[in-house]
């Protein structure tokens, strides 16, 4: 770990004006700082910012605060009640003491877990743009099959994410100059591209303050995580869905991934093709196909896309029966 | 570095490099090395401290970043002479071999029985939306972030079972 | 000293006699207070409060090559820098069991992430950052890194046994047998991953070293400290009283040990090194992965005629160890012509060394898989097959077996099991989404008894005090060696105190293969009868009747406690086992049965455990908790290595990819269902003084193949490419796999 300057802000304000990385969790952060991989000068504490609370919207929505810890986000009430997929994804991620400390805001801007990545003596475009990526043709079992590039095939690790991608959920911010934005999640996150090291949108200084999930999404939530072993494990493949049927056919649809790509996957495609139909086999085979038509695998993780398929049917079998 | 941390109820001021985990704080700097280091990266649950009550992994975590927070590490728990009842059920249970992974497990199964006392669900909580009740499958899952390469996993959560059985308000 | 060789079947003993009531016993552990307040000192937490600096390895960023030079500058410029040593003072990995020493670098890397230098600095933050200051430069050559690519295959040295061993004229027979089975199997690589890292404080203060490491062997350890820094071994003293897991890998000394007592002689304050986990998995050492073709002829009827079980393995230049996969072969199953043969292929990756048990953990994770493919061939259910094929004596060499009680697990574990509710056809049941399967497996392990050495003293209170070189890696030992002296003695438990892990001690057997209860135990039976001697002739009495419990010597009609013996004086006493024509005389080792159910995902191929019973006949217990508790931990282990576990070798760069226990899985507590084991009441006299065989290891040995067998009786899937991960299995589930809509 390299030397830095550590701050503590106390206030949202303080945090912009310090400059430097914001330190959250730190169990992302800290873990890369390590093996320096991550390098930053100056750390800024934003752990005692007052953005711990989750509040009811005028819309009918939630606010929830940037350093809300991914465990009393799942355990919130209203959250387990109206927003399931939500407590459910992130129930299957990490650990009770990783998500004690986890933050919303760290959860979403976590990096890949790519091996190559992790190991500084590889080449790595994510981490030394231009260098190359040694996970193609190497160890790519976790590696994705939608949207990578040749400069990048990583995955975004996140379960949080992917289910607040089905939920719409939108990301505000602070800019180092004070403005604030709005960014709609399915807009944050970028695909590898030729800069697999810029991941999203936010810019230098930016500070994630609250998340945003518009009134709750009515229906069937489920979010299913396939992994290596039973707990404590990466998905290799997940899917998030929240499906409502008045009977007869699928009235909403929202369907995410994780595990599939460099960003949690959403693909408004197989959602049209999903609503106005009844639900039946078929159906869902071609919704499957119709994400899965670009999949590419890159050796190790050939399997994904079976898995995906298959992972995906069945959760709109269930989610169809069960709604 | 100037740091006030307030462990298992003693104020200790030390003057650190601001590098320096939690876990290190206690291991390098003030000789409490009931704490474990079995990874320093979050995989293996050795090094599990509460802080304000709540479980965390110590090894992840800044020790500067812990001004003003209450930390108890396994020593806080009870001493060989007079022992935690999460303590005395793992003697009984023989919930460990080598028993490097034993602290982790024991502060985090204290920190979890707090979890489900307050209605935490969990993974494989049926039902989330009414609440939780402790059982094996529970336990099991709520303490999978605590590897035991011994593997004395049944008889950890035999000791779970029993001395939750004992330990209605967990400290 | 006195002495016991093994050369004949041990008769009754105070242990059958059991006076005191102690052994077998499930007592607690004699430490357990200890560990679980946090208060047991493990290798790194010496000298807490001292001034110490702290040391961080350098590793190589190449797999193989030369290394140009090692500029140590910028490292050296940074405040709280005290040292950088490079250079012959570093060792490759740990060292090899019982080996003389380790392997220096030499100026060169043999395989990636290799240390070349460590960074001595005033704290651990320094000493970290620094290590990525210093610049190495190196002439690269091309590595070996791929087992099938066979670019050098050698012998193996003969540990831990003879590689290649056949009978008759296996070809031939094989030519000539009604069914022929020829079926090949790969296990991957393993790590070990004790939760502990390998760790040092090392003190040397101008005369003396002082060293805690975390080690499981400590005889050998001051000779290898003092090859390795050049002071006089009588001149270091070496110290592991609590080990955090070792399962082999800790066998050999660490590299930390080595780092640390160099860099204490040379700035003169105390060092503490601990690996990181990263470390650990590229620095230490790892279980070679196998290719494994077993060969077995049969008669349409079941009867196996011949056996062929031959495996390449891999270990890095100038290693002779191998992993040993056809250890059980040699004498589980039938067949006057066989072959047991195993090669080195060389590659340049972290040497391979000793885990938890070598041999059978891999071996059998093959034969047992084949016994099941070969009994469904035939038609005949894999317990009757594994009846049919029951050998009357070894049949390698026809030495009888000293007890042989496989079949008796195996028909307890199937009765216990409900084996006979197996279902029939493979996909055949299912509940919901999970296709249930049912597998077993025989389970077996190699019994060695090894010298060892323990004293007693008995101090003029009537307390005692063993005292010997063994260590505690988790095994109970300090508690089984206490009840063994307190059954002998006949005193209560907490009259009798134990103390382990320190050179000076009487030297041992250490934990290894499983050896360490049996003859660590076996050494404070022989001191607990000489100190019964001693008793006995201050009181004029016969030594063999005379009677001991609770403190107290009963002989005639007379009860004197032992104070009143002792009159104000200590005796000191020392007991020694050896081997001797026991083990040549007999065929010595445990056995057991595996039974599983399994349920398969038809969506997702992920595996779970139902149920997992294993039988196990290993002899005397000597402490039916502790005993237990090894026997989870060699099913856990088995779980992890039939599902999870898979060092992956990038085979382009020679680098070890999951590298951490994020990325290596090994089973958590969500993997592990309630367990069950029984353990059958059990002598084997020809095995100890104690009766008593291994048992750490048993458990082991099997469990993984009756999981593998459980995932195809579910699925129909076979899995011959360990480990079943959802990938392998999802290829051939069936299509029908939803359960709803
Ligand atoms: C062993 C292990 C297993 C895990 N398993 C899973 C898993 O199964 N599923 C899963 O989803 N996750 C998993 N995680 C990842 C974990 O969820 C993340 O580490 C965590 O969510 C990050 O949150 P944090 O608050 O600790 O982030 P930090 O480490 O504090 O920060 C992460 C990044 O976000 C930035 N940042 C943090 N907060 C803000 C803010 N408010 N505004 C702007 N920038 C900010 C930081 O500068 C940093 O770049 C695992 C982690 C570990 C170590
Ligand atoms: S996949 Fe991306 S993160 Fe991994 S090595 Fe390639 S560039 Fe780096
Ligand atoms: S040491 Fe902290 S989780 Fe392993
Ligand atoms: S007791 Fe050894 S790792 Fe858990």
Redo the contacts with the bound molecule.
Sequence with gaps: MRPFEYSRAQSVGEARTLGG???????????LMKLEV?TPEQLVD?TRLP?NEIKETEDGGLKIG??VT?SVLAADERIRRDYEVLSRALL????GQ??N???T???????TRCGYFYETSRRCNKREPGSGCDAIGGFNRIHAILGQSSNCIATH?????VAMMALDAVVE?QQADGHEREIPLKDFYRLPGDTPHIENE?KEG????NIRLPKPKSGYHVYRKV?DRAS????LVSVAAIIKTDGNTITEASLAFGGLAHKPWRDPKIEEMLVGQGPRRKLFEDAADALLAEAQGQGENDFKIPLARRTLISVLAEATQGA | MNVTLSINGRYHTLDIDPRTSLLDACRDHLALTGSKKGCD???CGACTMLVNGRRI?SC?TLAVMHENDTITTVEGLGTAENLHPMQAAFVEHDGYQCGYCTPGQIVSAVGMLGEIGDGWPSHVTKDIKTGTELSGDEIRERMSGNLCRCSAYPNIVDAIETAAGKTKEPA | MNKHVMDEAIGETRLDRNTQGVIGKGAPRYEGKLKVSGTAPYAYEHLGGEDVAYGFIVPASIARGKIRSVDTSAAEAVPGVLKVISGEKIVRAASQPMAPAAQTIDGEVFHYNQPVAVVIADTFEVARHASKLVKVEYSETEGRFDITNRHTVREPDSMPMTPNQSRGDFEHAFAEAEVQFDQTYTTPSYQAAAMEPHATTAKWDGNHLTVWTSHQLLETAPGQIAKHTGIDEDKITVHSPYIGGGFGSKLGLGPDAVMAANATIAIGKPVKIALTRQNVFQATSRRGETIQRVRIGATKAGKITCFAHETDTTNSPGNGFFEPSGISSLFLYPGKDRIIAHNIVETDVLMTSAVRAPGEATGMLATESALDELAETLGIDPVEFRRMNEPEVNPQDDRPFSSRRLMECIDEGAKRFGWSDRPEKPASRREGEWLIGYGMSSASRKNDLMPSAAEIEMSSDGRATVRTGMTDIGTGTYTILQQIAAEMLGLPLDMVDVELGDSRFAASSGSGGSWGANSAGSSVYVASLALIRELASRLDADAETLTLKDGHAIFGNKQIPLPDILKGETISVTGKIEPGKQAEETHQASYGAHFCEVGVNVVTGETRIRRLLTVGAAGRILNEKTATSQCYGGQIWGIGYALEEDLVIDKRNGLIVNHD??EYHVPVHADVPALEVVLLEDRDPHASPLAGKGIGELAIAGVGAAITNAIYNACGVRIRDYPATLDKVLAGLPDDYLTAA
């Design positions: 990385r914001y330190i959250a969790g730190g169990t992302n952060l800290l873990d991550e934003i953005l940037a350093l991914n299957a991620g990490a650990s990783l998500r400390k986890a933050s805001g760290g959860n979403l801007l976590q990096r690790p996140s379960d949080m994410a911010t936010l930016e500070l994630i303050v992994r404590y494990a990466f998905a | 990266h979050g995989q992994n992840l | 226990l994020a």
